[in-house]
T-cell receptor, first 112, second 115 residues
Framework: GDSVTQMEGPVTLSEEAFLTINCTYT??????LFWYVQYPGEGLQLLLK?????DKGSNKGFEATYRKETTSFHLEKGSVQVSDSAVYFC???????????FGKGTTLSVSS | DGGITQSPKYLFRKEGQNVTLSCEQN?????MYWYRQDPGQGLRLIYY???????QKGDIAEGYSVSREKKESFPLTVTSAQKNPTAFYLC??????????????FGAGSRLTVL
């Protein structure tokens, strides 16, 4: 079945470091892809999305490109801040109107 | 402001008791979802509903029940048949339908602890 695999954490970085969180997926057809972020004790918030191959989603300095040839949607940020410390989830929607399938999440910790 | 309200935020119950978690949305969304979050396991789908008076089981529906009598409400009951109910429960909603990316909006979650 459809699935999402993310790199395991925790990821620990210093402020202003470059961030990459890897995400690959398995799906039939052409899924939509998402990154969500969860701050401690809260629900998830949509960070960015891409709906077709080669689309780039971006928000708050984060970017991810939908790569169909490698079935990947890696999250990147050029310079992280302490406030970016959170858990990041990669997700896919195999068909419009269906529930999202989530990866296990990657914890990011940024120190000053 | 539109959003999703989950209550209670924290809930403690004894083993063998049924508990009901509330989820209300004022976004006029057709679809609603319940996910369970456990450390290191990500989010797993319990139930979802794409329209009033209809719902489908997700990957881990055993020991849970839901109802969807109103568009804005999707309560989740954790029954005594659920063997390990201690977890963080997240409710979400989306516009629904069969077009466009299925963007979910989440509530703040309910943490259930069984003593």
């Amino acid at each position: 079945g459809d699935s999402v695999t993310q790199m395991e954490g925790p990821v620990t970085l210093s402020e202003e470091a470059f961030l990459t969180i890897n995400c690959t997926y398995t799906a039939t057809g052409y899924p939509s892809l998402f990154w969500y972020v969860q701050y401690p004790g809260e629900g998830l918030q949509l960070l960015l999305k891409a709906t077709k191959a080669d689309d780039k989603g971006s928000n708050k300095g984060f970017e991810a490109t939908y790569r169909k040839e490698t079935t990947s949607f890696h999250l990147e940020k050029g310079s992280v801040q302490v406030s970016d410390s959170a858990v990041y989830f990669c997700a896919l929607s195999a068909q419009a109107g269906t529930a999202l399938i989530f990866g296990k999440g990657t914890t990011l910790s940024v120190s000053s | 402001d539109g959003g999703i309200t989950q209550s209670p935020k924290y809930l403690f119950r004894k083993e063998g008791q049924n508990v009901t978690l509330s989820c209300e949305q004022n976004l006029n969304h057709d679809a609603m979802y319940w996910y369970r979050q456990d450390p290191g396991q990500g989010l797993r789908l319990i139930y979802y509903s794409q329209i009033v008076n209809d719902f489908q089981k997700g990957d881990i529906a055993e020991g849970y029940s839901v109802s969807r009598e109103k568009k804005e409400s999707f309560p989740l009951t954790v029954t005594s048949a659920q063997k390990n109910p201690t977890a963080f429960y997240l409710c979400a909603s989306s516009i629904g339908g069969s077009s466009g990316a299925n963007v979910l909006t989440f509530g703040a979650g309910s943490r259930l602890t069984v003593l």
